[in-house]
């Protein structure tokens, strides 16, 4: 079964349903979503939701147990948590009236792995509209994002590269498919959908050569 494909007009009216679900929460700039839920082209739609709307995701990792996640909680103290998929699609499904900056206002809060202690969130400022054009079209510069490519998620989107790939292609107008889980045989099937981008990491590659 092949992933959904996820077009740039699509989640733009997914991205306008988010952010008139946010501001009908009362959240504004500043303000962070807890995101613990599987990845999917809606998590997508959501991270750039909020963050054209200046609110700041914090994507972790849905397998965390309570106390590593509610140690995480207390110190972001979100104004709001998406823990399960029917959260994350009531974001997403509402009416597509909220207004959006042009390019996306922040970046997510990710959280560093916690090697030399407890994990630590990576906050990088709110940005001016000068400033996130800057960045975004740099991004799309130096990557190439183009308005015909298909960008194939295989990596967890909690992470920051293969996020920052999906996002970067959806906003230069193309689209994305995402794997809900990596498994070899998955990818393989996924190609037939001829992707022209994807963020692997060697495991992935390893794991493909030996299948």
């Known amino acids: 079964?092949?992933?959904?494909?996820?077009?740039?007009?699509?989640?733009?009216?997914?991205?306008?349903a988010v952010a008139a679900s946010l501001a009908r929460r009362?959240?504004?700039?500043g303000d962070r979503v807890a995101l613990s839920v599987a990845g999917s082209p809606a998590y997508v739609?959501?991270?750039?939701?909020?963050?054209?709307?200046?609110?700041?995701?914090v994507p972790l990792d849905p397998r965390l147990t309570p106390w590593e996640r509610d140690g995480i909680i207390a110190d972001v103290e979100p104004a709001l948590q998406v823990l399960d998929e029917d959260a994350?699609?009531?974001?997403?499904d509402g009416p597509a009236d909220g207004e959006l900056a042009d390019f996306p206002r922040a970046r997510p809060m990710h959280f560093t792995?916690?090697?030399?202690g407890r994990p630590k969130g990576v906050?990088?400022?709110?940005?001016?509209?000068?400033?996130?054009?800057?960045?975004?079209?740099?991004?799309?510069?130096?990557?190439?994002f183009r308005a015909d490519d298909l960008d194939l998620v295989v990596s967890p989107v909690y992470h920051?590269?293969?996020?920052?790939f999906a996002m970067g292609t959806l906003l230069a107008g193309g689209s994305i498919a995402v794997l809900p889980t990596f498994s070899p045989q998955g990818l393989l099937a996924?190609?037939?959908?001829?992707?022209?981008?994807?963020?692997c990491v060697p495991a992935h590659l390893q794991r493909l050569f030996q299948h």
């Open 1 to 16: 079964m092949h992933p959904t494909i996820l077009t740039a007009e699509a989640s733009e009216r997914e991205q306008r």
């Open 26 to 29: 009362g959240l504004g700039t």
């Open 45 to 57: 739609s959501v991270v750039l939701g909020a963050l054209r709307s200046g609110v700041v995701p």
């Open 88 to 92: 994350l699609r009531a974001l997403t």
């Open 113 to 116: 792995s916690g090697t030399t």
């Open 123 to 144: 906050w990088s400022g709110l940005l001016s509209d000068e400033n996130s054009a800057a960045l975004a079209l740099e991004e799309r510069g130096l990557w190439g």
């Open 160 to 164: 920051s590269a293969p996020l920052r």
């Open 190 to 199: 996924a190609l037939s959908l001829r992707p022209t981008s994807m963020f």
